[in-house]
């Protein structure tokens, strides 16, 4: 039996109308892969939004950490007395050195921004005295004061038979004012970064 | 015929259903890899914060032993005669409560204390929740074997959330004879 010409070309086993795949199912499969897709490019973008966020608050920290340490060298009496007219600062960052300076005035400092990036770091500072100085004149109750035990022996029982007392707690009230730094790292972020610590004189 | 292509049928869904599948474990596994990050944010500022609470705690430790030396010598010579094994109980047991005294001051938990003012003070500046300690205070004596001079030594701790951090100085002193 002689084929027809559609018979020839074709083989019986794959007909022309199922070589390759119909609209509907591209449509279909478009339509699931956009479907999976989108939170994928969510997924991607708040990714990169923390990782920049984590990248930003680390160099506040670095910052912050760095002027704690540039505080805590500064001239005490100065420092605690917000004379310090102009404080260096020489910060190393990603971008390279970078110099600047913390203005005071008072209590508190400001210093110049710092711009690694797209971010700006502004950096602000607080002196604040929490202990003062203690007055033999004019006593007060805020003054640091240091405890020990005394260790001379305490006075024998007046006519013997108890037991003695027990050593007395001597204590010492200092006579500086003592201070307490903060810093404050403001990059843009929800919430700025404040670290605080204390400082002793140690002049004497 | 038409039997022979039922088995095609489906193939392009079931292959975008493979790679759907594929994208959303991705998707699952940077949304936790993301929360994870965000934890670290807070871990990275505790870290700083209890170190600002250790570098507190070394300040007042040094502080105290610079305006009372010679109460710490005493507790010195105490100690070193434990070291020899020359102390008798009395001797121990004073040992025992000038040092517990001595370092009372330190220990922010202690109600009362300068440490418990100054984190009261940090806490309200910073918004936080510190701690801070000194675990070690203790003379190095040049007395003993290797060394040519004295050293104080002082470990202080400092805690901010669940973040502890631990600082420990050597600090050269000089003890007139």
């Known amino acids: ?204 | 015929m038409k039997k022979m292509l039922n088995p095609r049928k489906g193939v392009a869904l079931a292959m975008v259903m493979v790679f759907c599948i594929a994208i959303l474990g991705l998707v699952t596994v940077l949304v936790f890899n993301t929360r994870s990050h965000k934890g670290s944010h807070t871990y990275q500022h505790d870290t700083s914060r209890a170190l600002m609470a250790a570098t507190a705690a070394m300040q007042l430790a040094i502080y105290k032993y610079r305006v009372l030396p010679s109460e710490y010598y005493k507790i010195h010579t105490l100690e070193t005669l434990k070291n020899k094994g020359t102390a008798d109980a009395a001797a121990l047991n004073a040992l025992n409560s000038f040092k517990t005294a001595w370092m009372a001051d330190f220990q922010s938990d202690n109600a009362g204390s300068p440490a418990a003012k100054i984190k009261a003070e940090i806490d309200k500046s910073t918004g936080g929740n510190h701690s801070f300690g000194v675990e070690e205070f203790s003379l190095v004596s040049k007395a003993a074997q290797g060394y040519t001079r004295d050293y104080l030594k002082i470990r202080a701790w400092g805690a901010s959330g669940d973040t502890r951090k631990v600082l420990e100085e050597l600090i050269e002193v000089r003890i007139s004879d």
Not at chain 1, 34 to 44: E, K, Q, R, S, Y
Not at chain 1, 63 to 74: C, D, K, P, S, Y
Request: neutral net charge; glycine residues 10%.
């Open chain 1, 1 to 204: 039996m002689p084929l027809s010409a559609r018979e020839k070309i074709s083989p019986p086993y794959c007909p022309s109308r199922r070589a390759g795949l119909s609209l509907v199912e591209i449509l279909l499969a478009l339509l699931i892969l956009t479907i999976a897709v989108l939170p994928a490019i969510g997924a991607f973008s708040g990714y990169y939004g923390v990782a920049t966020r984590q990248m930003e608050q680390e160099m506040a920290l670095k910052l912050g950490e760095a002027v704690v340490n540039v505080l805590m060298t500064a001239n005490y009496s100065e420092l605690k007395e917000g004379a310090i007219p102009a404080l260096p600062l020489n910060i190393q960052t990603p971008s390279g050195s970078f110099s600047g300076t913390m203005s005071f005035a008072g209590g508190y400092a400001s210093g110049t921004p710092v711009t690694i990036g797209k971010t700006k770091y502004i950096i602000g500072a607080e002196v604040k005295k929490i202990f003062l100085a203690q007055n033999i004149g004019t006593p007060h109750n805020n003054a640091l004061e240091f405890s020990w035990i005394s260790p001379d022996a305490p006075p024998p029982p007046f006519g013997g038979g108890a037991a003695p007392p027990p050593p007395p707690i001597a204590t010492y009230s200092c006579f500086n004012d003592l201070i307490c730094l903060k810093v404050t790292v403001d990059f843009g972020g929800a919430k700025p970064i404040e670290l605080a610590t204390f400082r002793a004189d140690m002049a004497r």
